[in-house]
T-cell receptor
Framework: SQQGEEDPQALSIQEGENATMNCSYK?????LQWYRQNSGRGLVHLIL?????REKHSGRLRVTLDTSKKSSSLLITASRAADTASYFC???????????FGTGTRLLVSP | DTAVSQTPKYLVTQMGNDKSIKCEQN?????MYWYKQDSKKFLKIMFS???????INETVPNRFSPKSPDKAHLNLHINSLELGDSAVYFC????????????FGPGTRLLVL
């Protein structure tokens, strides 16, 4: 399967703590994206990192990419209850004309 | 204004029926997609259209037939519904590049009884 894997599958933290989730993929990529999905809603794009970038920031989000290890991480700093959602990575496999989504990490931030 | 909209939001139907889901985007994007998300939250692409032309057709049963009357609309018709078709179906769009940032609709929750 081309599908990437995310780790952990589920993460439970307190408000104010940092949340880190990881994504591993299997093939060569041009870019990697992270999306958020709130319960019962569609996915929302968070950030895109290109294969020649190692780190990218957007507000409280920090994304890293290690193409040699075929892995990426998403760090959410100072988490809030509103960050409770599922987070998915998506890779653009250079061999295929589509995005391949990871299995997702369910994040629960308790007040 | 909703960027990517889908109707209906919920769809409950009997096995063997035929149903359609509609999708519209007002973002002016060239590319539209249908995804299926199963009960384990796995999200897989089904179809992609660029300017009304089919460019991706994953291994989807031919009971599923997409139709794009214009580049702002991509509908999904499903014949002879089966229990395994129960899932959430998402429409999405992107500006041109298939593998760029995608904008998702709210989803249609299909339950086949």
């Amino acid at each position: 399967s081309q599908q990437g894997e995310e780790d952990p599958q589920a993460l439970s933290i307190q408000e104010g703590e940092n949340a880190t989730m990881n994504c591993s993929y299997k093939t060569s990529i041009n870019n990697l994206q992270w999306y958020r999905q709130n319960s019962g809603r569609g996915l929302v794009h968070l950030i895109l990192i290109r294969s020649n970038e190692r780190e990218k920031h957007s507000g409280r989000l920090r994304v890293t990419l290690d193409t040699s290890k075929k892995s990426s991480s998403l760090l959410i700093t100072a988490s809030r209850a509103a960050d409770t959602a599922s987070y998915f990575c998506a890779t653009d496999d250079t061999g295929f004309q589509k995005l391949v989504f990871g299995t997702g990490t369910r994040l629960l931030v308790s007040p | 204004d909703t960027a990517v909209s889908q109707t209906p939001k919920y769809l409950v139907t009997q096995m063997g029926n035929d149903k359609s889901i509609k999708c519209e985007q007002n973002l002016g994007h060239d590319t539209m997609y249908w995804y299926k998300q199963d009960s384990k939250k796995f999200l897989k692409i089904m179809f992609s259209y660029n300017n009304k032309e089919l460019i991706i057709n994953e291994t989807v049963p031919n009971r599923f037939s997409p139709k794009s009357p214009d580049k702002a609309h991509l509908n999904l018709h499903i014949n002879s519904l089966e229990l395994g078709d129960s899932a959430v179906y998402f429409c999405a769009s992107s500006p041109g590049q298939v593998k760029g940032t995608q904008y998702f609709g709210p989803g249609t929750r299909l339950l086949v009884l």
